[in-house]
T-cell receptor, first 109, second 118 residues
Framework: NAGVTQTPKFRILKIGQSMTLQCTQD?????MYWYRQDPGMGLKLIYY???????DKGEVPNGYNVSRSTTEDFPLRLELAAPSQTSVYFC????????FGQGTRLTVV | DAKTTQPTSMDCAEGRAANLPCNHS???????VYWYRQIHSQGPQYIIH???NNETNEMASLIITEDRKSSTLILPHATLRDTAVYYC???????????????????FGQGTILTVHP
């Protein structure tokens, strides 16, 4: 049972580049979440999904897009990377409790 | 989700009990209280949750007041490895609360920075 798996663990992007952060869970959870955490700060909700085909904005959605075509996968897309998107990104899924991935450290230079 | 209020930081001596408070005065009748912690920059880790009765597991105890407007997480014998940020959140287990609002949107507050010192 792998839980929540995020890839990649680390990435450096140049300004204006695009990338997709992958998140997969094997617990058949309907609820999935993307958070970002800036240094010394708390978790900010970017997007969430309550099931396949259903997504909604969180607190800080600008600059990001998501899709949820399957229960297992919830990728986060950055279209035009900006230095302000330098952060650690966490994916989570929720059943009776929340399970978090180990994070993706993204640096935009 | 109901809002929670926690102190910004707390200290505790190693080996002593750490008591972390949380206020959730707007909690609904079917919303649970959850506690998570985050060590360094790892993903948050589940600790414990409860509805209205006190709960205990191998990591901690959770004391919820009778009116459910506040709770306390107790680490009975804190160690240096318990130094972390502790988050208290409230959430229902179903898809919607009694008012028909989705439980989907789950936000975290700033949490309490617990420092355990020798």
């Amino acid at each position: 049972n792998a839980g929540v798996t995020q890839t990649p663990k680390f990435r450096i992007l140049k300004i204006g580049q695009s990338m997709t952060l992958q998140c997969t869970q094997d617990m058949n959870h309907n609820y999935m979440y993307w958070y970002r955490q800036d240094p010394g700060m708390g978790l900010k909700l970017i997007y969430y999904s309550v099931g396949a085909g259903i997504t909604d904005k969180g607190e800080v959605p600008n600059g990001y897009n998501v899709s949820r075509s399957t229960t297992e996968d919830f990728p986060l897309r950055l279209e035009l990377a900006a230095p302000s998107q330098t952060s650690v990104y966490f994916c989570a899924s929720w059943g009776a409790e929340a399970f978090f991935g180990q994070g993706t450290r993204l640096t935009v230079v | 989700d109901a809002k929670t209020t926690q102190p910004t930081s707390m200290d505790c001596a190693e080996g002593r009990a750490a008591n972390l408070p949380c206020n959730h005065s707007t909690i609904s009748g079917n919303e649970y209280v959850y506690w998570y912690r985050q060590i360094h920059s790892q993903g948050p880790q589940y600790i414990i949750h409860g509805l209205k009765n006190n709960e205990t597991n191998e990591m901690a105890s959770l004391i919820i007041t009778e009116d459910r407007k506040s709770s306390t997480l107790i680490l009975p014998h804190a160690t240096l490895r318990d130094t972390a940020v502790y988050y208290c959140i409230v959430r229902g287990l179903g898809a919607f609360n009694a008012g028909g609002t989705s439980y989907g949107k789950l936000t975290f507050g700033q949490g309490t920075i617990l420092t355990v010192h020798p």
